[in-house]
């Protein structure tokens, strides 16, 4: 029995190709298409993690020259005039619709509450940015294996009705079928890993972004009183003074 599937064995192994290649197109059209399915998702996938490694690097970058530049900065007023108009990252956005919206009220009561809003409102705004697309990975890290066993599961019940049409058991009729079947499942591990990981990576660098900008927020909020405070001091001393006789 041993020597009949050596047998077997060599001649499979001479009279079948198992490149990957060969595989897609010996694959039944319900098998191809969940193929031809993960591809494009593992391909989108990539697409988004490329993507997302590139913008965190800028952001980090642009994050930290911002905050030296910011609070060396006289007033928040004068670092607002003098940014440049085509600076775009979260901090940079989170600060620049602040300060719009501020600088537009002529009232100061409860500025603490307004600049609060403001803060909490723009903060949301860039972290659903950074979450564009976001979702995807975790969608295909948890879905992909589940469509690749399904299209392993049909290929196999093809193998099985090949067997029963053709009455043999030998494994030039079994073989080719189950590794076109297990084929799918390798795509599917294949799209699911990278998702999964980077999908917990990309989670991380979001919180630490939305973190950074959150301690901004507290920080501003307390710079810019106390900026105002000093303004009203100088303000009260200017209507308070009363010059000397002698000063005429």
Known sequence: MEADIASQSVGLGSSVDFSLWSLFL???IIVKSVIVLLIAASIYTWAI???KFKLFKKINLSTQEFEEKFWKSRSAES???NLPANIDDPMSNVFKKTMQVVLKSRSRSNLNEKLSGL???????????LEK??????TVGSTA???GLFGTVYGIMNSFSAIATSKST???VVAPGIAEALFATAIGLFAAIPAVMFYNKISSDIARVTSNL???SDEFINYFSRQIDAQMVTEDVDDNYQPDEEEY
């Open 26 to 28: 010996r694959a039944d």
């Open 49 to 51: 993690i490329i993507e």
């Open 79 to 81: 670092f607002y005039n």
């Open 119 to 129: 803060l909490e409102s723009n903060i949301e705004n860039e972290v659903n940015k």
């Open 133 to 138: 697309n976001y979702s995807f990975l975790a």
């Open 145 to 147: 294996p589940f469509i």
């Open 170 to 172: 030998n494994l030039t």
């Open 214 to 216: 959150e301690n901004f």
